[in-house]
């Protein structure tokens, strides 16, 4: 909710790609630096942002330069894990593996057990030995090399919110959760835990800059340092979150990423900062003072034309519908505004240097690859084809602002046949998200819900 009041200074962010170093070498250091490491988990993040992959004994580490498989499927699976037949990329197809190679950068500690336990990223292959275009990761990184192309460098930096919670209890249970947003006392009911978090965070390089207690009991935010590296941005979103849970459970506690667990409380968001740079590091959104720049203007303008159709991967499930209701700092519609947390897309108070896009549709259980590959989509969009912005709105009464498909088939339907966005994603992508998510909703729709059952039985 309030991070980045230190500074968003663009300046500072090192636009340079990290140099990769070869993988031996990284391996060597690590375990120089850990020598009791047993074991490490190696893993791809699927279309949910799960953790999918396996656990290895050390000495299999090194092999790991030369890549290993794992089906395609792993792109095809719902939230329960299962694969989805009607992606073609399931038995009928023979779930064939695909060659996947380490990320340089990503061999961390794992915080369950730092000392003997790492943890290591990968990326796929596709069958002619490309970057597999159905990886969330790789649909960003097309995205970022368009957006280079150009002479654009966008930083960005994650605010990701959760709750905590007793493992037999509902978070927030309702009558429990008193609003207390910045309370700094907030924090003491956890504040071992915390620790913790922050501790494992600097073992694993990730920037926790801040924690902030949120409008609901056990719910917190987590602020990331901005980054011009944006792929590894969002890297450390993932490991953060996993990081999260472990340390969560380590402390007899759930954290819990749903978008909306508790109808009566506060949602779960991630939110993002975005900016732009030049090769020199300038900011490019920067106006003269008071006034919007025309980078400004026609970034926020794609983002929002783009928004209605974008729904259905910034809210990738029934529950993150759930989490677009009045009152809770919510956007309802494609709108933006200064300085206002009911909006869209929000401008922050910030000096010239710092001018950035606050863009605040993400629930915490969106992909954090595809939700800033929307954004930036957008953002390109909107700097490659201007359209006019449509006036600013202050606050949920004003109902100029296009409003925002808030239940998931509709917001399928919609970005089926958005055509910017197959384009900006790639149409594979685009298909294979579509079947999935829909098979996903079908699998939801043909259950008996809890509440069916206690209302009616
Ligand atoms: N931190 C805030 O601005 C509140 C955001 C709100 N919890 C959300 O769901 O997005």
Known sequence: M?????????????????????????????????????????????????????????????????????????????????????????????????????????LRPCARDPQ???????????????????????????????????????????????????PQQQPAVTGQCPTQSFSVDAPERHHALLNDIELQARLQALPLTGVVAEAASGQYELNLHHSARVLEACDQVLALKRLTRQIAEKHHQHACFMAKPCAQS??????????????????????????????MQQAMAGMLALMPASMAILAPNVNAFRRFRPGMHVPL???????????????????????????????????????????????LHGLEQPLPLPPST?????????PLSLNQREALTLFRRCQPLRELLGPAFCTLWYTCKTAELRRFEGQVTAAEVSWML
Request: hydrophobic share 40%; aromatic share 8%.
């Open 2 to 106: 309030y991070s980045n009041i230190i500074g968003f200074n663009p300046m500072l962010a090192d636009i340079t790609a990290a140099q990769p170093r070869p993988f031996g070498k990284e391996v060597e250091q690590y375990l120089q630096r850990y020598p009791d490491t047993e074991h490490v988990d190696i893993y791809l993040n699927d279309l949910n942002g799960q953790f999918r992959g396996k656990r290895l004994p050390v000495a299999e580490l090194f092999a790991l330069e030369k890549g290993c498989y794992f089906p395609l499927s792993i792109y095809a699976m719902d939230l329960a894990g299962q694969v989805i037949e009607e992606s073609g990329l399931g038995q009928q197809a023979g779930e064939p593996d695909r060659l996947c190679l380490p990320v340089p950068g990503t």
């Open 116 to 166: 003997h336990h790492a943890q290591l990223l990968l990326t796929m292959k596709n069958a002619e030995g490309e970057a597999c275009e159905l990886e969330p990761r790789v649909v960003l990184q097309q995205i970022l090399k368009r957006l280079q192309a150009k002479g654009y460098y966008p930083v960005i930096a994650a605010e990701l919110e959760f709750y905590l919670h007793d």
């Open 266 to 295: 506060a949602g779960s968001g991630l939110h993002f900062h975005i900016s732009l740079q030049d090769e020199q590091g300038n900011n490019l959104l920067t106006g003269a003072p008071g006034e919007l720049s025309d980078n």
């Open 333 to 379: 519609r494609a709108s933006w505004g200064h300085n206002n947390r009911t909006v869209a897309l929000r401008l922050p108070c910030a000096d010239s240097a710092n001018q950035r896009i606050e863009y605040r549709l993400a629930g915490a259980d969106a992909n954090p690859y595809l939700a800033v590959a929307i954004i930036l989509g957008g953002l």
């Open 394 to 402: 202050n606050g949920y009464e004003n109902d100029s602002a296009a």
